[in-house]
């Protein structure tokens, strides 16, 4: 099963600094200058790489508070569209009655056409019965009351 490289991580920033300062102190206890020079750039190299370790990390926290903010702001903003709308289609039925009997056709038409395409049938169904259900609403005031 192949896996994205960015989902695979051997080491944190952390584990790359501990063995920077475990070749470190190899570096310090060795004898002869070949073993020093490996070690050294054997710190240099997992030094670096704690850096864009590090780095990474920051950023991955960072998108993910980004991500986190942008869906509680895409929530809310849902949430208060819904209201509006229910709003706006409660004020609706409440007229139904005194709207002409054309822009009720056309409003139907509308309305029946934003359910999915196969279900359009079924959703135009639902809504004449809800609109036969509460016809006589506005004289009762019942229409505001279920809306809110």
């Not at 060795?30 to 864009?52: C, D, H, W, Y």
């Not at 990474?56 to 998108?63: H, I, T, V």
Request: hydrophobic fraction near 40%; include cysteine.
């Amino acid at each position: 099963m192949n896996r994205p490289l960015e989902s695979v991580r051997l080491f944190t920033s952390k584990q790359y600094l501990a063995k920077a300062v475990e070749y470190g102190d190899l570096a310090k206890a060795s004898v002869g200058s070949a073993k020093i020079n490996e070690f050294q750039e054997l710190e240099a190299r997992f030094s670096m790489l704690a850096v864009l370790a590090d780095n990474d990390e920051l950023l991955r926290e960072e998108n993910a508070v980004c991500r986190t903010q942008q869906d509680d702001t895409h929530r809310t903003t849902l949430a208060s569209e819904d209201q509006v709308l229910r709003c706006l289609g409660a004020a609706l039925i409440m007229q139904w009655n005194t709207l002409p009997a054309k822009l009720q056709r056309e409003l139907f038409e509308a309305a029946g056409d934003m359910g999915e395409l196969l279900d359009t049938s079924a959703l135009r169904g639902q809504i004449a019965r809800f609109l036969h259900t509460h016809k006589n609403d506005e004289n009762n005031g019942g229409a505001k009351e279920r809306y809110k």
